[in-house]
C-alpha cells in the first residue's frame, strides 16, 4: 500500500477493554492519529478479520498495540501474526506487560477454572455437563476453538516485543505521549519501559511522608483518612514503595492505596518480592507473636502484592 | 540414585557465617547439601533472593542471622524477622512448602547448633522430596 500514513494495529488478548477506551480517552487526539495513521486492524473499533493481517506483507504495519495477556492459543497466534506484520510491537497495558488481573488465574488449575466457570458456578444451568473442548466431533464434521492454555503468559513469553507501556489502563496522556514519539521516530532503545517513570509512585506523591510505623493495617472504610498524610503511614495498604510512577498518581490522589499496575521499578523483576520487604520493615514490633498478629490483617498477601503482576513474578504461578 | 536436597544458606556475616565457621574448625559434622552464601546481615536477603534460588533449581532455603537484640546493625534481623511470616504465606499460596524455607539464629560461638539445624533441614527437605520449580518452569514453555 503506497502510503506516507502510518500503519496502525490495535490487539486484544486476555483483556478486559479498558486498554482500548483509554487509547479513546486521548480525545481529540485520536482524531489527529486517524488523520496521520491508518488503522488497519482494531477488532474494538473497526471491522476487520484475521485474514486481513494475513494477507499483509511481513513488517508492513508500523506500530501494533497488544493490550491483554496470553491466556489461549487465539491470543498467542494474533500476538505472534502481528509480531511478524510489525516493525514496533508495543505490550500496551499491565495484562500484556505482566499478565495483569488474568495473570491471577495462575494461582488456580485449567481445569479448576473450568469446574468453576461451567459446572460448579451458582449461576450455571443446573444440570450442565458441558465444558468446552478445542475440538469437538459433530455431525461427522470436526469443530475447532482455541486452545485454553495451562497458565497466563505475558506478552513477551511468546514473541520479542519492543516496548512495554504499563498501567491498568496506561494513562491516556502517556499513551499521547508515546504514540507522538512513534510519529516522531524518538523512540528509546528496544525493550524499554515507555510511558511511565523511573521512579517510585512516592516520589511524585504529594502526601507528607515521615518515619513509617505500623501496628495495625486498615482497609480504607474503616479509618478517617487524613487526605493530606501517607496512606502507608495511616495503615492503608498502598504499593507506592514498590511501584513505578508515571500514571499521575491516579489512585492515591483518589484516597485509595496504589494498586501496582505500573509493575516494578527499573532492575527489579519480582514486584511483589520489593513490596513484602518494605511493608515488612515497617511493622513496629520486635515480638514474634505480635508480627504475627499485625500480619493476620492481611488476608490476602499474594492478590494484593501481584494483583497485576504474577505471571511476571520470580515463580510466575502456584505450584500445588 | 538417591534425592540429595540442595540448600542454598544465606548466612549473615557477623554471627553465623562465624558460626559456621566455628562448625568447620570444630570439625563438627554436617551434611554437605548446604550451599553457603555470605550476606552482611540477615535483612540484607531480600525475599527475591529466596524465590529466586527456588525457582532456580533449590530444594531449600536457610537464613541464619544474629540471635534478636545481637544485631551487628541493631535492628536488621528484625526486619528479616518480620518478613519471613509474610514469606512463608507467600510461599504456601504458590503451593511450596513452608518446611523448605527456615529462618533460624545463630551466634558465632553456635557451631553445633548450626550443625543441628543443617542436619534436621536436610533431612525434612529429603523427606518432601525435589522441588523441580526449575524444570516445572521450562515446561511451561514448551507444554501449553
Known amino acids: 500500500m503506497a502510503t506516507n500514513k502510518l500503519q496502525v494495529a490495535i490487539y486484544w488478548g486476555a483483556a478486559c477493554g479498558g486498554c482500548d477506551v483509554a487509547v479513546l480517552d486521548t480525545n481529540e487526539f485520536i482524531l489527529d492519529l486517524a488523520a496521520a495513521a491508518d488503522i488497519r486492524f482494531w477488532p474494538i473499533a473497526v471491522d476487520g478479520k484475521y485474514s486481513d493481517v494475513e494477507a499483509m506483507a511481513d513488517g508492513e504495519l508500523d506500530l501494533a498495540l497488544f493490550n491483554g495477556a496470553v491466556r489461549n492459543s487465539e491470543n498467542e497466534h494474533v500476538a505472534k501474526l502481528l509480531r511478524k506484520k510489525s516493525k514496533v510491537l508495543v505490550a500496551l497495558g499491565s495484562c500484556a506487560h505482566m499478565g495483569g488481573i488474568p495473570g491471577l488465574a495462575n494461582l488456580a488449575t485449567k481445569e479448576e477454572i473450568l469446574l468453576t466457570a461451567y459446572l460448579a458456578n451458582p449461576s450455571v444451568e443446573p444440570g450442565n455437563q458441558t465444558i468446552p473442548q478445542a475440538r469437538t466431533a459433530i455431525d461427522g464434521m470436526t469443530l475447532e476453538i482455541p486452545y485454553f492454555f495451562k497458565r497466563v503468559f505475558r506478552l513477551a513469553d511468546v514473541v520479542d516485543v519492543d516496548y512495554f507501556l504499563p498501567g491498568c489502563p496506561p494513562a491516556p496522556v502517556q499513551i499521547r505521549n508515546v504514540l507522538l514519539a512513534v510519529v516522531k521516530g524518538e523512540l528509546p532503545p528496544r525493550g524499554s519501559v515507555v510511558g511511565a517513570s523511573d521512579r517510585a509512585l512516592c516520589d511524585d506523591c504529594p502526601r507528607t511522608k515521615s518515619e513509617k510505623k505500623l501496628k495495625a493495617f486498615h482497609r480504607p472504610y474503616e479509618i478517617v483518612q487524613d487526605p493530606t498524610r501517607c496512606l502507608l503511614e495511616q495503615g492503608i495498604l498502598c504499593m507506592g514503595p514498590a511501584t513505578r510512577s508515571g500514571c499521575g498518581v491516579r489512585c492515591p490522589n483518589s484516597n485509595q492505596g496504589c494498586r501496582g499496575c505500573y509493575g516494578p521499578l527499573p532492575g527489579v523483576t519480582d514486584q511483589g518480592a520489593k513490596f513484602l520487604s518494605a511493608l515488612a520493615s515497617i511493622i513496629d514490633s520486635k515480638d514474634p507473636k505480635e508480627i504475627d498478629e499485625i500480619l493476620a490483617g492481611l488476608p490476602d498477601f499474594i492478590g494484593l502484592a501481584y494483583r497485576f503482576g504474577l505471571p511476571a513474578s520470580t515463580l510466575q504461578r502456584s505450584y500445588r | ?144
Open chain 2, 1 to 144: 540414585m538417591s534425592f540429595e536436597p540442595k540448600i542454598v544458606g544465606f548466612l549473615c556475616n557477623w554471627c553465623s557465617y562465624t558460626g559456621a565457621d566455628l562448625a568447620g574448625t570444630s570439625r563438627i559434622q554436617y551434611p554437605p547439601n548446604i550451599n553457603i552464601i555470605r550476606v552482611m546481615c540477615s535483612a540484607r536477603v531480600e525475599p527475591d533472593f529466596v524465590l529466586r534460588a527456588l525457582a532456580g533449581g533449590a530444594d531449600g532455603v536457610l537464613i541464619c542471622g544474629c540471635h534478636p537484640g545481637d544485631c551487628h546493625y541493631s535492628e536488621g534481623n528484625y526486619k528479616a524477622m518480620r518478613r519471613y511470616p509474610l514469606l512463608k504465606t507467600l510461599l504456601k499460596e504458590y503451593g511450596v512448602d513452608n518446611d523448605r524455607v527456615r529462618l533460624e539464629w545463630v551466634s558465632a560461638s553456635e557451631g553445633q547448633r548450626f550443625a543441628d539445624i543443617v542436619t534436621d533441614m536436610t533431612e525434612r527437605v529429603r523427606a518432601l522430596g525435589p522441588l523441580r520449580l526449575k524444570t516445572d518452569l521450562q515446561t511451561d514453555r514448551v507444554e501449553r
